[in-house]
Nanobody, 126 residues
């Protein structure tokens, strides 16, 4: 069955960096766009970034120029490099896929998501 397993969460100080990983199994991720979502405490889950099967990317305005999404199809993995982190970046980060090739204009719409990972917790605190 399809599985998305996140790792790399933890505690980081404001201004610091962290790299999240998500390993896919049960399908061939090469052909599909992969996304990162985040749910901060007391807030709704929001789309953070998307990378298409052709390496096109999209970012939420709040993380643009600070976060970088990448993928390694040989490793069946997608990554999220987070830099210049802020306290508001804290939350549970989820890997997801809508099983579509491209991100498109609606990549952050959760109704489109077919599979979610379990999430990894990121805490930003001094």
């Amino acid at each position: 069955q399809v599985q998305l397993v996140e790792s790399g969460g933890g505690l980081v100080q404001p201004g610091g960096s962290l790299r999240l990983s998500c390993e896919a199994s049960g399908f061939t991720p090469d052909y599909y766009a992969l996304m990162w979502f985040r749910q901060a405490p007391g807030k709704e889950r929001e789309g953070i970034s998307c990378i298409s099967s052709t390496m096109g990317t999209g970012y939420a305005y709040s993380v643009k120029d600070r976060f970088t999404i990448s993928r390694d199809n040989q490793q069946k993995s997608v990554y999220l490099q987070m830099t210049s982190m802020k306290e508001e970046d804290a939350g549970v980060y989820y890997c997801a896929t809508a099983m579509k090739r491209f991100c498109g204009e609606t990549w952050a719409a959760q109704d489109n998501i077919k599979y979610w990972g379990e999430g990894t917790l990121v805490t930003v605190s001094s």
